[in-house]
């Protein structure tokens, strides 16, 4: 009996235990509230599979001293189950080692299963097999892809309930998604989108997971669902549900890159100021999408034709350093945001218009008062008068005043430092190449194929699990074929993916588009024989259709026709070889047999060293290593090379591209100006340049010894000019207004010398800063020199007590500084 009652107080003990640690995670139409407490939630989208799990630990805490209360990120549904029932939790898929990284710092945690991501993403993060399956079609209300969207989902759930990472559990979760971006489509699915977003709801609710669930951008959500906003700027945004609050699930930091595109910047100024006027408008919940952008390793990226890197102009860059001032002008945001949280969460609103988008916001509770000054005008500033006191707020920013009295925060005035990234080579030798060739002839002379078909098959029969698949066929032909003649020309309707087409064992020519082009037509003169004639067409995708209505079924490979035209003076006839018998071949040999190993069980062949082929198509190169040292972040230079696939140590860095050179025009030399409403084309850089030319090596690829690194080279390249760098900050360059504090840091370096220093005002960019029309009287170099060179850094007070007596006068004062790392 005494051990029973023991049993029975051990459990009870337990149930107190867990009782305690629980989080009640509910809202109401003004906030989340997390054990009654009505909360800001500032949040930041971090995709696991985008980084290492090396990784994780540094930027979740790197999250978290800038600010953030929360990581947002998806669930990627073919990255888990790249095959129907075959699941895949390893390495940087370890979904529950995320999580619990999340939750060992201290911050929240926000699940968007989906299981449709978009994120250009490949496919959208649906598995290939999916769309294969009898009878399915996708976000819709269909029962052969609502049970297999069901099975994923609880598995996922399930997952995470044995882990006991609901919030409700004691763990991080504490908001879940289900679908995304449903609502900027449904309309396209007609009543079985309405029927399929209800379903959607139920189902979620039926999972029990106590915590509530979004839906983002579905304006008809379900009651029991709280719908989001996606964009640039959500201060306008009202949910549709009075009784839920306004949340932000991805403020978009900058953009995505395409292969041909530009680099994107979006101005820490401008981003500031779209988050301080959804907070002035009522908002309390809000993500940033990307916080850490990272890398689409393997074949991951979307689109198609998006880049590797997903950088997307993020507060923490790719590589995971911080990519300042972004990063630490939003953290100052973030401590403003936090200091009012009562007052904003729970205060009375009142709103006054001014005129000439110029507003002012009063949050009231208790006696206390916080104010937003807001000017939306794109192009003058603002002389706000406030019971007696003038402020001034530039163009196109938002004052935060706590207490409405102190201007504590401005979105246009910038108090921390710009930091230049440099990339710096410690490879004292060039590599050493061997390479040896693509055995292409099985399909180019012999058109041997694995399977065939009266027909012109969509790439994705293949389940995706290669870029490549050849499309073979014979055709006869004789002199007295009406077809036949002089001028004979090979027409392929192609898909937008790249093709690369040969007859009768002979390169004939290549063919590719850009992001958001679905088709082309590739036609190209070619010679025939009298009877026989061999065709072999490569089709290489380039990711996946990711977003839109029915994105898929947009075709990749070739969907045809395929025609022979013979042209005799005015007249052509069309000889059509769309219903031939095709032959087919999934993936490159070389890839079969894993050549990017480094195992030699796996090479059927020889690597040659003697007289390294270059500019030569379908060729693969090796070469060994010595992983730079320190801990800088690794990247690979491949300037030089075409278009192709890489792998560290069997570790697949991506696709990479070099020689596709972004467009020419849309690049300004100008200051970019952070007024006014931001589009990917504003303040973007790159015109003419290689879309990427570095591409990010992940210290936990690399050995601590030699080190292989394997190119499948699908253009035709050159190799040897290829180095290994670190990425490290180069110029740090300080900024504070009259009365803050300037902070400067080479990030783990001593900053070594001083360029520029100036109390007064100044002109120009970091690296071309030039003296304005006032300064301080005592030499400010000199001032900073001592308090800043040999130390890793350090900060100083902008002001006369410490710089001396300006002749400004009225004039706004700024503490700027260059310095070198």
Avoid at 434 to 457: C, I, M
Avoid at 595 to 614: A, M, T
Avoid at 632 to 646: E, N, R, Y
Avoid at 674 to 688: I, L
Wanted: glycine share 10%; net charge negative.
């Amino acid at each position: 009996m005494a051990s029973f009652k023991s049993c029975v107080f051990f459990l009870f003990l337990l149930f107190v235990i867990s009782s305690i640690h629980a989080y009640q995670v509910s809202h109401d139409g003004r906030a989340i509230t997390i054990n009654g407490e009505r909360r800001v939630l500032l949040s930041g989208s971090i995709h696991y599979p985008r980084s290492t799990a090396q990784m994780w630990p540094d930027l979740i805490k790197k999250a978290k001293q800038g600010g953030l209360d929360a990581i947002e990120t998806y669930v990627f549904w073919n990255a888990h189950e790249p095959l129907r029932r075959q699941y895949d939790f390893s390495g940087n898929l370890d979904l529950i080692r995320f999580l619990k990284t999340i939750q060992d710092e201290g911050l929240y945690a926000v699940l968007r299963i989906g299981p449709y991501v978009c994120a250009e993403w490949n496919y959208g993060g649906f598995p290939v097999w999916l769309h294969n399956m009898p009878g399915v079609e996708l976000r819709t209300a269909n029962q052969v892809y609502m049970n297999e969207m069901q099975n994923f989902t609880q598995l996922i759930v399930d997952m995470v309930k044995q882990e006991k990472l609901f919030a409700s559990q004691g763990g991080p979760i504490i908001l879940a998604q289900i679908e995304n971006e449903y609502g900027n489509v449904q309309t396209s699915y007609g009543d079985a989108g309405k029927a399929y977003v209800d379903w959607c709801a139920n189902f979620a609710q039926s999972l029990d997971i106590g915590v509530p669930w979004i839906m983002c951008q579905q304006p008809d959500v379900p009651q029991s669902m709280i719908n989001t906003c996606n964009g640039w700027y959500c201060d306008d945004f009202t949910p549709s549900n009075p009784n839920t609050p306004k949340m932000w699930t991805e403020n978009w930091t900058g953009w995505f890159k395409n292969w041909g595109g530009k680099d994107p910047l979006r101005t820490a100024e401008d981003v500031a100021y779209a988050v301080a006027r959804f907070f002035q408008t009522g908002g309390t919940f809000q993500n940033y999408y990307m916080y850490h952008g990272g890398t689409n390793f393997g074949r991951t990226s979307g689109g198609p034709y998006i880049t590797t890197t997903y950088d997307y102009d993020a507060p923490l860059d790719e590589f995971g350093n911080l990519a300042q001032p972004k990063y630490g002008h939003l953290k100052e945001l973030h401590d403003v945001l936090h200091s009012m949280e009562k007052t904003l969460t729970s205060g009375n609103i009142t709103n006054s218009d001014l005129g000439n988008s110029v507003a002012v916001t009063i949050y009231a509770l208790d006696g206390q008062s916080s104010c937003f000054f807001s000017n939306a005008n794109e192009t003058t500033d603002a002389t706000i008068n406030y019971k007696g006191v003038q402020y001034n707020v530039p163009a196109w920013s938002v004052s935060i005043l706590p207490d409405c009295k102190t201007e504590v925060y401005n979105t246009a005035k910038v108090n921390t430092q710009t930091s230049v990234m440099v990339k710096k080579s410690n490879e004292p030798a060039s590599l050493q190449w061997s390479w040896r060739p693509e055995k292409v002839d099985e399909a180019v002379v012999l058109g041997r194929g694995r399977s065939s078909a009266h027909e012109l098959v969509d790439q994705k029969v293949a389940n995706d699990v290669s870029d490549y698949m050849w499309y073979m066929t014979n055709v006869y032909i004789g002199k007295n074929d009406p077809i036949w003649s002089d001028n004979m020309t090979l027409r392929v309707n192609g898909s937008g993916h790249i093709l690369h087409a040969y007859v009768n064992g002979q390169y004939l020519g290549s063919q590719w588009a850009t992001y958001g082009i679905f088709n082309y037509v590739f036609e190209k003169q070619v010679k025939l024989n009298p009877g026989r004639n061999h065709i072999s067409l490569l089709s290489a995708t380039i990711g996946l259709q990711n977003y839109g209505a029915h994105f898929d079924t947009v075709q990749s490979g070739i969907p045809g026709p395929v025609e022979i035209i013979g042209k005799n003076g005015d007249e052509s006839v069309i000889k059509d070889l769309s219903s031939h018998k095709w032959s087919y071949k999934v993936d490159l040999n070389g890839i079969n047999n894993k050549l990017f190993s480094g195992n030699p069980k796996f090479e059927n062949g020889q690597w040659f060293s003697q007289e390294v082929q270059i500019n030569r198509m379908m060729t693969w190169y090796k070469t060994t290593f010595k992983a730079p040292l320190g801990n800088d972040p690794v990247v690979v230079d491949f300037q030089g090379l075409g278009k192709g696939h890489a792998w560290i140590n069997g570790e697949s860095i991506g696709r990479y591209w070099p020689s596709y050179l972004a467009e020419e025009e849309g690049c300004s030399t100008d200051l970019c100006d952070y007024r006014g409403k931001y589009g990917p084309d504003k303040c973007a850089s790159g015109c003419g340049e290689p879309t990427q030319r570095w591409y990010h090596v992940p210290r936990s690829f690399l050995k601590s010894d030699e080190n292989t690194l394997v190119l499948f080279e699908e253009f035709g390249g050159n190799p040897s000019l290829v180095n290994f760098q670190t990425v490290q900050v180069g110029t740090a360059c300080g900024s504070a207004y009259e009365n803050k504090t300037m902070e400067l840091s080479c990030n783990g370096k001593a900053i070594t010398a001083i360029r520029y220093a100036n109390f007064g005002e100044t002109e120009g960019i970091c690296g071309s800063f030039d003296k304005g029309s006032c300064s301080s009287e005592d030499n400010a170099v000199s001032i900073i020199e001592k308090e800043c060179v040999g130390k890793e850094k350090c900060s100083v007070l902008a002001s006369e007590g410490v710089f001396g007596s300006t002749n400004c006068g009225n004039n706004a004062k700024r503490l700027i500084v260059e310095a070198v790392c």
